[in-house]
C-alpha cells in the first residue's frame, strides 16, 4: 500500500499487526511510525510496551514479539536494519531465521504490533520479503512527485502566513532537490527569512536556500548565455572554492546548453511550454526561463555551444587537456558567440 493508504487506514480501522515500511521518502516513513505508534492502546507505560531492535535473529525477534504488554493492550515492536530484508545479515544464520520466520509470522500474537522498518528500498529478492508480503502489509514510501511537494510546501507557508506561487514553489524543489526532509528544512528558513511579509519570492529562496551543484550550474549557464561575463565568472570562482570538480561542472553546462537546445526545438515544433518541461524533466518554470535564450539563439548556434562543450570534456578526459582552466574555456566561447552580448 502507499504511504496516503496507510494514514487512512490507520485512522479509520484498527491497524495491523505486521507491517514493513520501506521506500525512499524517509520523512513520511518516519511520521508513519510515529502515527502508527499514537494509534497503538500502549496504555499509561506505553515505553515499556515498546521495544527495538537492531538487525535481530529469528530467536531475539521471536521473544520481543511473545512477549506479553504491561499494563494495557498492545506493544510495539520495531525493527530495523534487518539483513534479512536488506544488506547481509550480522552474527547469524540468515537463511535459518527467515525459514523460522516465516513459520512464525502467521502466528504473530495479537497483542503484538511488529513493524519492520528498512531505511531506502526492501530486497525483494529476499526470503523475508516475500513472506512479509503474505503475512502482514508492506507499505511502500516512494518519493513524492512535484505536484505533492508543491502541496507540503505552501501547506507549511500558509501556517505561517505566508503565501507562495506554485512557480517559486518548483524553483524551491528545483534548487535544494526533492527529498522532503531538505525541502521543509529549507523551507523553515524561507519562513524565518520571509517573517513580517506576506509572501516569498524567488530573489528570497536565492538569497537563503542552500542550493544542491546542479541548481548552481543552471544558473551559471543561465548567466553564461545572457551574456553577463563578470557576473559568470564570479559565479564559477564561488563554486570551485566550494569545492566542486571543474569536469563535473563542464558536463552540467553542457547539459544546460541542450536544454535550452531542446527547448526551442520543441517549442518551434508546436509544444506547449507544459509539455517542454515535461519532455525535458525540468520545472515549467525553468522552461519560462530558457524561452528568452532560445530567441537570443539559433539552433545551429545552441548545437554549436554543445560540439564545443562535448569536445573539451572529451580533450579532457582523453589527456590532450588539463582540467583546469577547461571550465572557464567553454564559458568563454560562448560568451564570444553571436548573440552572446544581446
Do not use: W
Request: one cysteine or more; a negative charge; proline letters at 3%.
Amino acid at each position: 500500500m502507499t504511504h496516503d493508504e496507510f494514514f487512512k487506514s490507520i485512522r479509520s480501522s484498527t491497524p495491523a499487526g505486521l507491517y514493513l515500511f520501506e521506500g525512499e521518502e524517509e520523512h513520511i516513513k518516519r511520521s508513519a511510525l510515529s502515527q502508527l505508534e499514537a494509534a497503538l492502546p500502549l496504555g499509561a507505560f506505553a515505553d515499556m510496551n515498546k521495544t527495538l531492535l537492531k538487525d535481530p535473529d529469528a530467536d531475539r525477534l521471536i521473544a520481543a514479539a511473545e512477549t506479553l504488554p504491561f499494563m494495557s493492550e498492545k506493544r510495539l515492536v520495531v525493527v530495523r536494519e534487518s539483513g534479512m530484508l536488506s544488506g547481509k545479515a550480522r552474527d547469524y544464520d540468515e537463511a535459518d531465521s527467515a525459514e523460522r520466520l516465516k513459520a512464525y509470522l502467521p502466528t504473530l500474537p495479537s497483542t503484538t504490533t511488529l513493524v519492520f522498518y528498512v531505511r531506502g528500498a526492501a530486497d525483494k529478492r529476499k526470503k523475508l520479503y516475500q513472506t512479509l508480503k503474505k503475512a502482514g502489509e508492506i507499505v511502500t514510501f516512494d518519493r513524492l512527485d512535484q505536484r505533492q511537494l508543491q502541496s507540503y510546501i505552501a501547506k507549511t507557508m500558509r501556517k505561517a502566513g505566508l503565501a507562495v506561487t506554485a512557480d517559486a514553489c518548483d524553483q524551491l524543489i528545483y534548487s535544494v532537490g526533492d527529498d522532503l526532509s531538505t525541502v521543509l528544512t529549507e523551507t523553515e528558513k524561507l519562513i524565518a527569512y520571509c517573517d513580517g511579509r506576506e509572501s516569498v519570492t524567488a530573489d528570497d529562496i536565492r538569497a537563503v536556500c542552500s542550493a544542491r551543484t546542479e541548481y548552481r550550474v543552471f544558473e551559471l549557464a543561465q548567466t553564461v548565455l545572457q551574456g553577463r561575463s563578470v557576473q559568470a565568472f564570479s559565479m564559477l570562482r564561488a563554486m570551485l572554492v566550494d569545492g566542486e570538480q571543474p569536469l563535473m561542472l563542464l558536463s552540467l553546462l553542457n547539459r544546460q546548453c541542450r536544454q535550452v537546445y531542446d527547448t526551442k526545438l520543441y517549442l518551434d515544433s508546436g509544444l506547449s511550454q507544459a509539455a517542454v518541461a515535461g519532455k525535458i524533466g525540468i520545472p515549467p518554470f525553468a522552461v519560462r526561463q530558457m524561452i528568452p535564450l532560445t530567441r537570443t539563439y539559433s539552433a545551429e548556434e545552441l548545437a554549436d555551444m554543445i560540439r564545443y562543450c562535448t569536445e573539451v570534456e572529451f580533450e579532457v578526459k582523453s589527456g590532450q587537456l588539463t582540467e583546469d582552466g577547461a571550465m572557464e574555456q567553454a564559458m568563454l566561447h560562448i560568451l564570444n558567440m553571436k548573440g552572446s552580448a544581446a
